[in-house]
Structure formats: structure tokens, C-alpha cells
């Protein structure tokens, strides 16, 4: 008897099978139905909740917390100590503790995973629960575990989960045919980490193309599909489930150099989430420091904000990295880039405060993945400008126009190394998010592409000795930072850059003396505006835009924008004449030796 009151605690809503079987055709198909589901009649109240519409936010909102109050004081302790939660076999103590990494971490995926509904079905074997998406959301947090008996081999890090991914491809067999949002949802987690964890780029993206397409199958791009067949709970999660498939279908464009699945222009889905009870969760920094005091998480206008960063995103690459942009006139190409940097800075300036730190003056220290989103930001901010850099811009555009754009991306370079600082000063290294980690090698690579021109850049040096400090901390984390190390260095090399020469610890220099100080990762409290930063370059020589060679810094558009050191093979056979040789006795100051 003792287990009954935690099953009137955890009750299963019964669900419609036809819920979750694909239920999507569009007017070309001879399955669509025009009668059933006529766009122009859906009301506000059918579909989406809206600002004009509080009735469906205020009501899930009121179950929603009246049911996670439960679920978090009550349901999961009873449930766990009743032994009713399912763990696949796992320890429950072990279980919980990688389900707690999860919910830290799971930015990552965006929101894809809904822990109300997950933690209930959880303990009856309800549809939003599988133990395909239970081992995916344990191998994607496994790493970050200090338990060594989910190590393969208890002094390989790397190792750690390994068991899971076995038990996650032998339960894919019977799941990989068939469109069910717990797929989804396991592929979409799964696919992110095996890219940033294992760098197992093509496994990686196909697990995400399938998401995709079940994303479609089951309509969940378009709102007309299933807004009059679900319930708001339903609704809530097919939305969050549409927009994380969204979120990682650019992320994962953007580190791989490929072109987007979903398209902005094929949804009707609102992004509006009716449960906002986690915005005001409490942040538990369980696998970045130990923190003193407690802090929001703001997880749903970050995630919200990362949605709009994303829509951006795609337009990027449709524009400026599209195939078809090499035969488009020159200013289109300059057209487009400016409108797309006018959309940056419109969404950094409608940024809520509390999610812009640097913007704003506010007292309370950024989250991790609040950093990371900013450092995306700036990734953004240079690809969009790398256009003018580059041969054809280069004798197409003026002076001026290349000499603003790398200015642009100096900045830029020079935001993303002060949020290397910051997060330094406040989590622990090498808990930065695969994010962050790209970002590092971006700036890296605009740092050197100012290196590479003769002249005194300390300060710039010093940006990238951070950059460089930080990607060794990050590869121990990440499979695909180790390639960006490398690549990283053989840029050094073929642009004459020696970062050791005078080499002093940029974290250790007096400049930076608070982040010196600070104890990782107990130092979780440290006041960003007492974080001191480098002197960085506020001026640029007039012809540094325009300086011969630079494209071979640069790589071609693609190119850039991918972890892939076969790339080098090609640039290498481009560089003959047209690079510019520079040699140590051509520097200012002596800091600097260039040459081949």
C-alpha cells in the first residue's frame, strides 16, 4: 500500500494514439484534406496561445506549477523512493544524478525534452516518456559525470557513457521507421552531442535529418496540422519540440558549413510557450561551479531569444552561403550582408537586459548559456562581414567598406574574448558549451588575421593567447575543439604567428588580475564589472582590409565556417603568388615574426 498514494501522485493522461502517428500533407498531396483543417477559419483560441489569448497560458501555467511543485517536492521522491521511476536498468541514485546534469544542461537541444511530462510518464510508462530518449539524455550529459563506473575505462573521460550509446542504437532499431515526438527527441539531443562530443560529423548529421523529417511527418511545423486536435499540454510540447529542431538545425548548419532542413518560410508555428514556470527556475550550476548565492535561469527568453538568433541564422546562410552566391552580383552580396548585419543588431538591442550583460547594468552575473548565446552573437556578426574580406570583395568594395567590416569583426573578436574572461572569472573552464568553443576558434582566427599584418599588436596577441588558453581547455571536453586546436595552429604556422615569443600567461598577466585571483569553479560569484580586460585595438590601419593575401586567412565562405582541417589541402594550393611575404625585421617592436 505504500506505493498507491505516489500513483494518484503521478497519473498518466491517456493519449490518443493518433496523437503521435504523422498526420501532415501538404495541398500537393492527394491525402490533403482542404475541409478539414482550413487555414482561414483557425481562431486564436484553436491554435497557439497568444498576448491576446491569456485564458490557455494562465490555465497550463496555474496545472503546470501546481503539477511541478508536486513533481519536484513530491512526485519524483515518492516516485523514486517507491522505485516507480524507470531507469533502464541503471542505478535509481546514478539515474537521477545524470536526469539533474540534464536539466542544467539541456539548452544544448534547446527545450526539447518537457519535465513535467517526462518525469510523470517516467513512472507509468506514459507517451512522452522512452528508453530511447532516457539513454540519449544520459549520454549527452555523461562526460560531465564524476562517476567512473560509467566509464568504459575508468581513466579515459572520453569513455564515459559508453554504454549508453550501445543501449541507445540497439533500442533505435525498432524505433528509427516510425514518427513519434520521443524520437525526435532522442535524435535531436543525440545528434548534438555525438558532433561536439565525438566530432562524428556525418552520424551526427544524419540523426539530425531524420528528426527533421519526422518533425515534418508529424506536422509540427504547421499549426493548422494539430492545434484543434490536442490539448494545450500537447500543443506546449510540439511547439518546444518544433522550435529546439529548428535551434539545432541552424547550429548544426553553422558548424558543419551545410544548409539548413527547416525553413522559417514552411512554419506557422508561434514561438510562444504557454508554461513559463521555468523562466524564474532557480540556475543549478551543478556542472559549472559551486555557486554561493542562487539566480534565475531565464531558460525560456534565453531559449526564445537563441529561436529568433536562429531565424537570422538561417537567412545567412541562405544569403551569403548559399551555393548560388558565387554567381550572384557582387552588391547583392554587399546588400545583403548589411541588411543581415541591421537584423544582428536589432536582436541584440531588443535583447531583455537580463540577457545582455555587457549592454546593461545590471548587478547579477551572466549564465553560461547566456554567454554562450552572446558569443554566437558575435560568431554572426563576423561571418556576415567575412564577405567583404574576401578576393572577390576585396577588389570589388572600397577601402572604407573593407576597412568597417574588419573593424566589425575585431569587435566582435574582441566581445568574444571578454566573455572567455568572464566565464573564466565565474564556471569552471571546461564545463564551456560546444558553443563557446566555436566561438573561441572563430575569434582565434580573426586575431590572426590581424597578426598576419606587420606592425605591434600586443594587445591582440594577448586575445590570442586567451583563445588559445581556452581551446586547450575546452579539447578535453570536446573531440571537435581538439580539430579546432589544430587548425588553429596550422594557421599560425602558415601566416608566421608565433604566440610563445614573449609569451606571458594572458590569465595571469596584471591586466587581467581579477580573473587571476579567482578560484575555479568556487568562484561563481565574481562581479563581471570587476573583471578587468585587455587593451584591445579601438583603431585599424586604412589598408589593413586590404592587404593582399588576407583571403588565405580567411578561407573561402564554406570554408570558414566549418570544423574540417581537409579544407587546408585546398587553400594551400591557392596561396602561390598572391600571398604576401612578411618577415621578423618588418615588425614594430620585434613581437611578432611572419613569414611561410
Not at 501546481?66 to 539515474?95: W, Y
Given at each position: 500500500?505504500?506505493?498507491?498514494?505516489?500513483?494518484?501522485?503521478?497519473?498518466?493522461?491517456?493519449?490518443?494514439?493518433?496523437?503521435?502517428?504523422?498526420?501532415y500533407h501538404g495541398p500537393t498531396s492527394a491525402l490533403f484534406d482542404e475541409t478539414s483543417q482550413p487555414h482561414e477559419s483557425l481562431s486564436a483560441e484553436d491554435c497557439a496561445p497568444s498576448a491576446d489569448v491569456p485564458g490557455t497560458q494562465c490555465s497550463l501555467v496555474a496545472e503546470t506549477s501546481k503539477q511541478?511543485?508536486?513533481?519536484?517536492?513530491?512526485?519524483?521522491?515518492?516516485?523514486?523512493?517507491?522505485?516507480?521511476?524507470?531507469?533502464?536498468?541503471?542505478?535509481?541514485?546514478?539515474?537521477?544524478?545524470?536526469?539533474?546534469?540534464?536539466?542544467?544542461?539541456?539548452?544544448?537541444?534547446?527545450?526539447?525534452?518537457?519535465?513535467?511530462?517526462?518525469?510523470?510518464?517516467?513512472?507509468?510508462?506514459?507517451?512522452?516518456?522512452?528508453?530511447?530518449?532516457?539513454?540519449?539524455?544520459?549520454?549527452?550529459?555523461?562526460?560531465?559525470?564524476?562517476?567512473?563506473?560509467?566509464?568504459?575505462?575508468?581513466?579515459?573521460?572520453?569513455?564515459?557513457?559508453?554504454?549508453?550509446?550501445?543501449?541507445?542504437?540497439?533500442?533505435?532499431?525498432?524505433?528509427?521507421?516510425?514518427?513519434?515526438?520521443?524520437?525526435?527527441?532522442?535524435?535531436?539531443?543525440?545528434?548534438?552531442?555525438?558532433?561536439?562530443?565525438?566530432?562524428?560529423?556525418?552520424?551526427?548529421?544524419?540523426?539530425?535529418?531524420?528528426?527533421?523529417?519526422?518533425?515534418?511527418?508529424?506536422?509540427?511545423?504547421?499549426?493548422?496540422?494539430?492545434?484543434?486536435?490536442?490539448?494545450?499540454?500537447?500543443?506546449?510540447?510540439?511547439?518546444?519540440?518544433?522550435?529546439?529542431?529548428?535551434?539545432?538545425?541552424?547550429?548544426?548548419?553553422?558548424?558543419?558549413?551545410?544548409?539548413?532542413?527547416?525553413?522559417?518560410?514552411?512554419?506557422?508555428?508561434?514561438?510562444?510557450?504557454?508554461?513559463?514556470?521555468?523562466?524564474?527556475?532557480?540556475?543549478?550550476?551543478?556542472?559549472?561551479c559551486d555557486p554561493k548565492h542562487s539566480a534565475p535561469s531565464y531558460t525560456i527568453s534565453m531559449f526564445k531569444a537563441l529561436c529568433e538568433l536562429s531565424v537570422i541564422m538561417e537567412r545567412i546562410h541562405s544569403k551569403i552561403y548559399a551555393v548560388s552566391y558565387l554567381t550572384k552580383p557582387f552588391d547583392d552580396?554587399?546588400?545583403?550582408?548589411?541588411?543581415?548585419?541591421?537584423?544582428?543588431?536589432?536582436?541584440?538591442?531588443?535583447?531583455?537586459?537580463?540577457?545582455?550583460?555587457?549592454?546593461?547594468?545590471?548587478?547579477?552575473?551572466?549564465?553560461?548559456?547566456?554567454?554562450?548565446?552572446?558569443?554566437?552573437?558575435?560568431?554572426?556578426?563576423?561571418?556576415?562581414?567575412?564577405?567583404?574580406?574576401?578576393?572577390?570583395?576585396?577588389?570589388?568594395?572600397?577601402?572604407?567598406?573593407?576597412?568597417?567590416?574588419?573593424?566589425?569583426?575585431?569587435?566582435?573578436?574582441?566581445?568574444?574574448?571578454?566573455?572567455?574572461?568572464?566565464?573564466?572569472?565565474?564556471?569552471?573552464?571546461?564545463?564551456?558549451?560546444?558553443?563557446?568553443?566555436?566561438?573561441?576558434?572563430?575569434?582565434?582566427?580573426?586575431?590572426?588575421?590581424?597578426?598576419?599584418?606587420?606592425?605591434?599588436?600586443?594587445?591582440?596577441?594577448?586575445?590570442?593567447?586567451?583563445?588559445?588558453?581556452?581551446?586547450?581547455?575546452?579539447?578535453?571536453?570536446?573531440?571537435?575543439?581538439?580539430?579546432?586546436?589544430?587548425?588553429?595552429?596550422?594557421?599560425?604556422?602558415?601566416?608566421?604567428?608565433?604566440?610563445?615569443?614573449?609569451?606571458?600567461?594572458?590569465?595571469?598577466?596584471?591586466?587581467?588580475?581579477?580573473?587571476?585571483?579567482?578560484?575555479?569553479?568556487?568562484?561563481?560569484?565574481?562581479?563581471?564589472?570587476?573583471?578587468?580586460?585587455?587593451?584591445?585595438?579601438?583603431?585599424?590601419?586604412?589598408?589593413?582590409?586590404?592587404?593582399?593575401?588576407?583571403?588565405?586567412?580567411?578561407?573561402?565562405?564554406?570554408?570558414?565556417?566549418?570544423?574540417?582541417?581537409?579544407?587546408?589541402?585546398?587553400?594551400?594550393?591557392?596561396?602561390?603568388?598572391?600571398?604576401?611575404?612578411?618577415?621578423?625585421?618588418?615588425?614594430?617592436?620585434?613581437?611578432?615574426?611572419?613569414?611561410?
Amino acid at each position: 500500500m505504500v506505493t498507491q498514494p505516489a500513483r494518484v501522485l503521478a497519473p498518466c493522461v491517456a493519449e490518443s494514439p493518433k496523437n503521435h502517428q504523422p498526420n501532415y500533407h501538404g495541398p500537393t498531396s492527394a491525402l490533403f484534406d482542404e475541409t478539414s483543417q482550413p487555414h482561414e477559419s483557425l481562431s486564436a483560441e484553436d491554435c497557439a496561445p497568444s498576448a491576446d489569448v491569456p485564458g490557455t497560458q494562465c490555465s497550463l501555467v496555474a496545472e503546470t506549477s501546481k503539477q511541478r511543485m508536486k513533481c519536484l517536492c513530491q512526485l519524483e521522491a515518492i516516485n523514486f523512493s517507491s522505485n516507480l521511476l524507470d531507469f533502464d536498468g541503471i542505478e535509481p541514485e546514478l539515474g537521477m544524478q545524470l536526469l539533474s546534469l540534464y536539466w542544467s544542461r539541456q539548452l544544448h537541444a534547446g527545450l526539447a525534452v518537457y519535465r513535467p511530462a517526462f518525469m510523470r510518464d517516467m513512472a507509468c510508462g506514459g507517451p512522452y516518456f522512452s528508453k530511447l530518449l532516457l539513454n540519449a539524455m544520459y549520454y549527452s550529459v555523461s562526460k560531465h559525470s564524476s562517476c567512473l563506473s560509467i566509464r568504459r575505462d575508468i581513466t579515459d573521460r572520453d569513455s564515459a557513457g559508453w554504454s549508453f550509446r550501445q543501449r541507445f542504437r540497439e533500442l533505435l532499431r525498432d524505433e528509427f521507421d516510425k514518427s513519434k515526438i520521443t524520437t525526435i527527441q532522442a535524435l535531436l539531443i543525440m545528434a548534438s552531442s555525438l558532433f561536439t562530443r565525438c566530432d562524428e560529423r556525418s552520424t551526427s548529421w544524419l540523426y539530425a535529418g531524420n528528426a527533421f523529417n519526422m518533425v515534418t511527418d508529424m506536422g509540427l511545423h504547421a499549426t493548422s496540422s494539430y492545434c484543434r486536435k490536442t490539448s494545450a499540454e500537447e500543443s506546449e510540447i510540439h511547439r518546444r519540440v518544433f522550435w529546439s529542431a529548428y535551434m539545432i538545425d541552424k547550429i548544426q548548419c553553422l558548424y558543419q558549413g551545410r544548409h539548413p532542413s527547416l525553413r522559417i518560410v514552411d512554419t506557422d508555428t508561434a514561438l510562444i510557450f504557454a508554461d513559463d514556470y521555468e523562466e524564474l527556475e532557480r540556475f543549478d550550476h551543478v556542472s559549472f561551479c559551486d555557486p554561493k548565492h542562487s539566480a534565475p535561469s531565464y531558460t525560456i527568453s534565453m531559449f526564445k531569444a537563441l529561436c529568433e538568433l536562429s531565424v537570422i541564422m538561417e537567412r545567412i546562410h541562405s544569403k551569403i552561403y548559399a551555393v548560388s552566391y558565387l554567381t550572384k552580383p557582387f552588391d547583392d552580396g554587399i546588400s545583403d550582408s548589411r541588411s543581415l548585419y541591421s537584423d544582428l543588431k536589432a536582436w541584440r538591442k531588443n535583447l531583455l537586459p537580463h540577457l545582455d550583460f555587457m549592454a546593461s547594468s545590471s548587478q547579477n552575473n551572466p549564465l553560461p548559456y547566456n554567454l554562450s548565446m552572446l558569443a554566437v552573437y558575435n560568431v554572426l556578426v563576423i561571418l556576415t562581414h567575412r564577405l567583404l574580406l574576401s578576393d572577390k570583395g576585396s577588389v570589388s568594395s572600397s577601402p572604407t567598406q573593407n576597412t568597417e567590416a574588419l573593424n566589425a569583426c575585431m569587435t566582435a573578436a574582441n566581445e568574444i574574448t571578454k566573455i572567455l574572461q568572464v566565464y573564466e572569472g565565474l564556471y569552471n573552464p571546461s564545463s564551456a558549451t560546444f558553443a563557446l568553443s566555436y566561438a573561441t576558434y572563430i575569434s582565434a582566427k580573426v586575431h590572426l588575421h590581424v597578426l598576419a599584418y606587420p606592425g605591434s599588436h600586443t594587445s591582440t596577441l594577448d586575445s590570442l593567447r586567451i583563445c588559445l588558453k581556452a581551446l586547450d581547455q575546452q579539447q578535453h571536453l570536446y573531440s571537435a575543439s581538439i580539430r579546432a586546436m589544430a587548425m588553429t595552429k596550422k594557421l599560425m604556422t602558415r601566416t608566421g604567428v608565433n604566440a610563445d615569443e614573449h609569451a606571458r600567461s594572458s590569465l595571469t598577466d596584471e591586466s587581467l588580475q581579477t580573473t587571476r585571483d579567482a578560484s575555479i569553479p568556487q568562484n561563481s560569484q565574481a562581479n563581471v564589472e570587476n573583471l578587468d580586460f585587455p587593451n584591445l585595438e579601438s583603431g585599424l590601419p586604412e589598408n589593413l582590409g586590404n592587404t593582399i593575401g588576407m583571403e588565405q586567412v580567411w578561407l573561402n565562405a564554406t570554408q570558414f565556417m566549418a570544423f574540417d582541417d581537409l579544407y587546408y589541402n585546398d587553400v594551400s594550393r591557392t596561396t602561390n603568388s598572391a600571398t604576401l611575404l612578411y618577415h621578423a625585421s618588418n615588425a614594430q617592436g620585434g613581437e611578432l615574426s611572419y613569414g611561410v
